[in-house]
């Protein structure tokens, strides 16, 4: 058990670029930290470098109240489940799990009590037999996450472990993996660009994009309290409408708005009526575009007004009853659900 | 799946692949029907006459003991090349598949030895361990070694394997290059983080892995040092001192072209041929199975 931080730091390639830049997380012992963001905005960069496949440029990381940066990954005591699984290919499923405790010494009866605790646990005893190829894709990441169990480290690292599989698939092994995590308590650092994996896993979230963090906190709070445009148009499906004020007729309507250029509105908080907004709220005059009907819900697509150039706005609307396209409809929102965000995109506190 | 293409004309397929057909009848079947006639033939001394002896030259062959010291001498000579080039090709290869700067230059001059002929490479290596001319002989002997494998037969031998093993060295370095890099990279993390060093990881994963490309390479090596030779040896050793590195391939061509021997030379290249065909047999069934994993 332990904690994991991270103290400013940083990774310069060898060709120059700067993939991370200056990062400070601190991971409580058991939590489950989720690293988001965009493809190529540092995640894998990051994890790795904390498992210390990628060397620290500069900055501190620090396992257990032990400062790794120079300490070799076997030695960290941390196991990584990679996207591609990174099975053994010639060895069968138990050697697979096996290996890293032969590696370490341990005698055989133990190692094959662990192996076998591991795998009923994971479901696969079956298949302890079997190489890598003669599996499916499901069975072969729980073969990845057996291997990673068996050695009961101190930190699990997951680099997008469900890319691979099928939409259902993903959801049902996404719960496993909270319960089994819940379960072992084991301190753990997953890294995904789906932000609903992230909501759904993490005790504390952390976004990223072009190498720096966006915003620190848990899934909730993330969600409810964005702190750039940037998160709040990454986090929540679909995204956060974001207006710019500037030479809008909102501004009128906001009235004292400090220096906020950019609004931004969830579409589960903006109402469709035919009344006004009232208490200061605001109201959004909208033609519908489009219409999307997912079942227990629908998206509702409009520009404001006439204004053609304006960006377009999604309405959520609760059931099947959704306006015709091209009918004008008032979208109200209360002034509580508003979030202001300045000309740097930070979030203005209300 | 089905990958076949159906042609419109019946005959199409057949003209298409008769150029190819003609090449390897006039130029394989032809020859090794003739050789397997004559092989059964035995010739008068002035080559006169023949004679039809049935398996008569096979039999001589069997009850010569040069016979059998020269394929006891072929198999020793095959397993030292094989051995030794795989084994530095391996090395070159496990070198040149890390991530350094420069690593394509250092890739292409591995792959030019392949290019040289086989009489050049020989005589290279003459000039470096020729007893007097050579600089190399001159280093050992100035360590205390008689080198001279004009004299010594176990000298001419490594002589000839040396300079038969590095011409081979570029195809293997190819072959085991492009084995490694066909190994994922996260494998091989996964077992530095499972704890396994340098060395353990080379033993117990990459090396289990490249076995199918081992293999391989072990049977086409063994080709080579049988057949591919020919030319080393000739510039070399011209098969002496006293045998030492006379080859079965080399000993068709003394018996048959220098000896006049013709029926026992022609015996000895259908045995050769029927070694060839079990070699390719045993390469192919395995290939049909590719991986032992
Ligand atoms: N070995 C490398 N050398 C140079 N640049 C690299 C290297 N590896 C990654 N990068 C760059 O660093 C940045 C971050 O890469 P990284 O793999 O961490 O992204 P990511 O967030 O994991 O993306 P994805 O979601 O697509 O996996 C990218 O711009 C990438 O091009
Ligand atoms: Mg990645």
Redesign the pocket.
Known sequence: MANVTLRNVRKT???G?E?IKGIDVAVGDGQFCVLV????????????MVAGLETISSGEIEIGERVVNTIEPADRDIAMVF?NYALYPHMTVYNNMAYGLRNRGMPKPEIEQRVREAARILEIEALLDRKPRQLSGGQRQRVAMGRAIVRQPKVFLF??PLSNLDAKLRIAMRVEIRKLQRRLATTSIY?T?DQLEAMTLADILVV?NG?VVEQIGSPLEVYHRPATTFVASFIGAPPMNLIALEGSELRRQLGDHGDATTLGIRPEDLTLTSGDAGDGGLALKLRVDAVERVGPESFVYGRPGDHQGEAEIIVRVAGEHTPALGEHVLAVASRAKLHLFGRDGRRLEP | MHKNVVFQHRWLPYLLIAPQLLIVLAFFYWPALQAVWQSFLLQDAFGLSTTFVGFENYVELIRQPEYFGAVIRTFVFSALIAGSSLSFALLLAVMADKPLSGSTVYRTLLIWPYAVAPAVAGVLWIFMLHPSLGMVARGLRALGLDWNPLLNGNHAMILVVLAAAWKQISYNFLFFLAGLQSIPKSVLEAAAIDGAGPMRRFWTVTFPLLTPTIFFLIVVNIVYAFFDTFGIIDAMTGGGPAKATETLVYKVYLDGLLGGNLGSSAAQSVLLMMMVIVLTAIQFRYVERKVTY
């Open positions: 390639y060898p060709g670029f993939a963001g965009p493809s190529g905005c540092g995640k894998s960069t990051l994890l790795r996207q680099d997008e890294v660009h990223m190498g």
